[in-house]
């Protein structure tokens, strides 16, 4: 059972992603500011994950408060929230959650609680947050494995498991376990998701733990093994849909999407509602996250490129919601139109 973000009483703790597969190591994060570079740094990643830790990390910078004044609390809860919000743009899971932290906290207020009291109020609602993260994957995981095949094939883009959520399930590695728990055969391939190799680091080391058959293979290769039969299906996760079912993921995956519809393979987005955003029209208004160009030009401390070369490193695009065949909730499966359908499992 892998849970890569969690509360103890000295910190908030955080499975250190960046050393995955060659070595598994626990930070204990004792500040809001070490939670948001841990956020900011990848020590924890993927949508879902960013939520609960920015949540986690709003809840240990308000235990931290030494005041006695709320008023004073109030101005270091708002520039916690704001620091927190400056992490990772596009992962809108981190925006969720920093507004339903504040939602508790001003109602705490309301309630004319004291300091120490919101201090608990807050850690409770971010373990909730948690909690039911990790049960949203196990619903996403019931409805989308009935959505594939026994004894087929899945091609999934960098990695949306348990590291990538709350932990247990996943979001497109959930819908995979979700269909192994089922009864059904299912092989996985993993593309190595340049230039943070999340599929060839983490994807591939999580289906080894739960002994998934997985091949690895470049970024390169997917439409080949596509024109050979050898993919089924597509599952991916996402960190912001839009309300018209645009899907921004990892950088990427608009290129296995197209290459998906041309070969006629479903291609299917696994993600809970908070990663649903009513609020923003189409994909045009996400944000795309840009990093550092070091990402590309080296792996860990081996230079791979000129010095001095010109670099894009985009970290998402937008998948049109045309090239999306299902978009699959903790509420149920959405399809076209999504303008109509997601907003419907928000109503129910």
């Given at each position: 059972m892998i849970i890569p973000v969690k509360w103890s009483d000295e910190g908030v703790l955080m499975l250190d992603q960046r050393l995955l597969p060659t070595e598994e190591k626990w930070l204990t994060l004792k500040s809001y500011t070490e939670v948001a570079d841990g956020i900011r740094e990848m020590v924890v990643r993927g949508a879902p994950a960013i939520g609960v830790s920015a949540a986690y990390g709003i809840a240990l910078g308000v235990k931290n408060f030494v005041g006695t004044n709320i008023a004073d609390l109030v101005e270091e809860f708002d520039y916690i929230s704001e620091v927190m919000g400056k992490t990772r743009p596009t992962a809108v899971n981190l925006f969720w959650a920093i507004e339903r932290m504040r939602r508790t906290f001003d109602q705490a207020k309301t309630d004319g609680k004291s300091i120490s009291d919101i201090k608990q109020t807050l850690i409770a609602e971010a373990k909730n947050?948690?909690?039911?993260?990790?049960?949203?994957?196990?619903?996403?995981?019931?409805?989308?494995?009935?959505?594939?095949?026994?004894?087929?094939?899945?091609?999934?883009?960098?990695?949306?498991?348990?590291?990538?959520?709350?932990?247990?399930?996943?979001t497109a590695l959930g819908v995979i376990r979700g269909a192994v728990n089922q009864g059904k055969t299912i092989a996985v391939i993993a593309d190595e998701t340049r230039p943070y190799l999340q599929g060839a680091r983490l994807t591939a080391w999580e289906l080894q733990q739960d002994n998934i058959p997985v091949t690895l293979i470049t970024d390169s290769m997917s439409g080949h093994l596509m024109k050979k039969g050898r993919v089924q299906a597509v599952v991916v996760g996402s960190d912001r849909i839009a309300a018209n079912g645009d899907v921004a993921n990892k950088i990427g995956t608009y290129m296995v999407a197209v290459l998906a519809r041309q070969h006629n393979i479903p291609f299917y987005v696994a993600a809970p509602l908070s990663t649903v955003d009513l609020n923003c029209p189409t994909g045009e208004e996400i944000p795309i996250e840009e990093r550092n160009t070091r990402e590309v030009t080296h792996v860990q401390e081996i230079q791979l490129a000129p010095e001095g070369i010109s670099v894009n490193n985009y970290a998402f695009d937008v998948t049109p919601n045309e090239f999306v065949d299902a978009i699959i909730t903790e509420k149920g499966v959405a399809r076209a139109p999504y303008t109509e359908t997601l907003r419907r499992m928000f109503d129910e």
């Open positions: 947050i948690h909690d039911e993260d990790i049960e949203s994957q196990r619903m996403i995981a019931e409805h989308g494995g009935k959505l594939l095949a026994d004894n087929s094939t899945v091609l999934t883009h960098c990695n949306a498991g348990a590291l990538a959520t709350g932990g247990v399930w996943g």
